[in-house]
């Protein structure tokens, strides 16, 4: 069964940076994706399970990096330069499709809150 477990969540001031983590119990193409109140959820940054390739979405490229480590089998975001706007709660999915901008994720973490404080 795939599991996912995000981390490193919290408050930060505006300018700041995070690294979330997501946790996972095997080797899977995995995406971030964040949901602020009120608002739909988005795609932030995508990884194939190898690390050789990766998508971000345009709005949020320069300023948010995604990587992994496997044999931790951990994803990260590096989040710098942070905005209040960038407030919500992140998660992290995993599929075992091939990755695209457009992949369908199976399997969700429970998400981490990021609050950027202006």
């Known amino acids: 069964q795939v599991q996912l477990a995000e981390s490193g969540g919290g408050l930060v001031q505006a300018g700041g940076s995070l690294r979330l983590s997501c946790a996972a119990s095997?080797?899977?193409?995995t995406g971030w994706f964040r949901q602020a109140p009120g608002k739909e959820r988005e795609f932030v940054a995508a990884?194939?399970?190898?690390?050789?390739?990766?998508y971000y979405a345009d709005s949020l490229k320069g300023r948010f990096t995604i990587s992994r480590d496997n044999v931790k089998k951990v994803v990260y975001l590096q989040m710098n330069s942070l905005k209040p706007e960038d407030t919500a709660v992140y998660y992290c999915?995993?599929?075992?499709?091939?990755?695209?901008?457009?992949?369908?994720?199976?399997?969700w973490g429970q998400g981490t809150q990021v609050t950027v404080s202006s």
């Open positions: 999915a995993a599929s075992r499709a091939p990755l695209s901008k457009g992949t369908v994720y199976d399997y």
């Open positions: 095997g080797l899977y193409n």
């Open positions: 990884i194939s399970w190898g690390g050789g390739t990766t």
